[in-house]
């Protein structure tokens, strides 16, 4: 499986963004992907986590301003990110959990597959 994530760019405070990411190779067997991102000086941190079946997770920082879906049909996950903050300046990463995992798991390591990152900047 490979992950190619889009949609990052340069937003002004309380503006939005969409980030998508696709999924080639054999998806049929994953279950749950989502989002991390990493600020500078910053470890990497989980955003949002969707499972197959539409079960969502996100962190507290995401909650009420970005929404995480996906379209099983195009092998998609979708980040929509509102009322940014210049605190959500950071590299987004999309990621796939391991063959197997049944549910969603907050433990980063089970989450094997990393696409490369793209950039958001929150900046006026």
């Known amino acids: 499986v490979q992950l190619q994530a889009s949609g990052g760019g340069l937003v002004q405070p309380g503006g939005s963004l969409r980030l998508s990411c696709i999924a080639s190779?054999?998806?049929?067997?994953?279950?749950?992907m989502g989002w991390y991102r990493q600020a500078p000086g910053k470890q990497r941190e989980m955003v949002a986590l969707?499972?197959?079946?539409?079960?969502?997770f996100s962190a507290d920082s995401a909650k009420g301003r970005f929404t995480i879906s996906r379209d099983n049909t195009l092998n998609t996950v979708y980040l929509q990110m509102n009322s940014l903050k210049p605190e959500d300046t950071a590299v987004y990463y999309c990621?796939?959990?391991?063959?197997?995992?049944?549910?969603?798991?907050?433990?980063?390591?089970?989450?094997?597959?990393w696409g490369r990152g793209t950039q958001v900047t929150v900046s006026s």
């Open positions: 990621a796939s959990g391991y063959r197997g995992l049944a549910s969603i798991d907050l433990n980063q390591n089970s989450y094997t597959i």
């Open positions: 969707i499972t197959r079946g539409g079960s969502t």
């Open positions: 190779g054999s998806t049929s067997d994953i279950n749950v």
